[in-house]
Every structure is written in structure tokens, then in C-alpha cells.
């Protein structure tokens, strides 16, 4: 709730490339860890398809892709 009253904020401008709002709604509806959540909502990760080196299994949930770290071909 005080998220949201946060981001609800008239003059409030946030400069960087996650989207709060989404975040917001996947840490709600997900119900992961809320930085899971903005991690998932960088654009270039929610909009673009980037992967995630991570062995956390929420973004799985989360619809993201997720690479293991000894998944990595070199």
C-alpha cells in the first residue's frame, strides 16, 4: 500500500529503466521477493527477452528467462 501511494504520486518522476508499477503487480500477484519483482520488471529484461544469470527459481514464475550460472556456454 505505501508502494503504491509512492508511485501514485503526482510530480513524482522516476528516472531509470524498471517499471515500479509492474513490480508492484508481480510482487502482488506472484507473491516472490520484491526485488525478484524489479528485477523482472528492468526493460530490458520484461520488454527486451534479456536472461537472468540467476539460481533463483522465482523468476521462473515470473515468466523470466533464467539462465543457471553453469548453464553458461563459453
Known amino acids: 500500500p505505501a508502494m503504491k501511494a509512492l508511485l501514485e504520486m503526482k510530480y513524482l518522476v522516476v528516472r531509470d529503466d524498471h517499471d515500479y508499477a509492474l513490480a508492484l503487480r508481480l510482487y502482488e500477484s506472484h507473491h516472490v521477493k520484491f526485488i525478484d519483482a524489479m528485477i523482472a520488471s528492468h526493460a530490458a529484461i520484461a520488454k527486451k527477452g534479456l536472461p537472468v544469470l ?4 522465482d523468476f521462473d514464475t515470473l515468466g523470466v528467462h533464467r539462465v543457471e550460472p553453469g548453464g553458461l556456454d563459453f
Not at 540467476?54 to 527459481?57: A, C, F, G, K, Q
Request: net charge neutral; hydrophobic share 0%.
Open 54 to 57: 540467476s539460481y533463483d527459481r
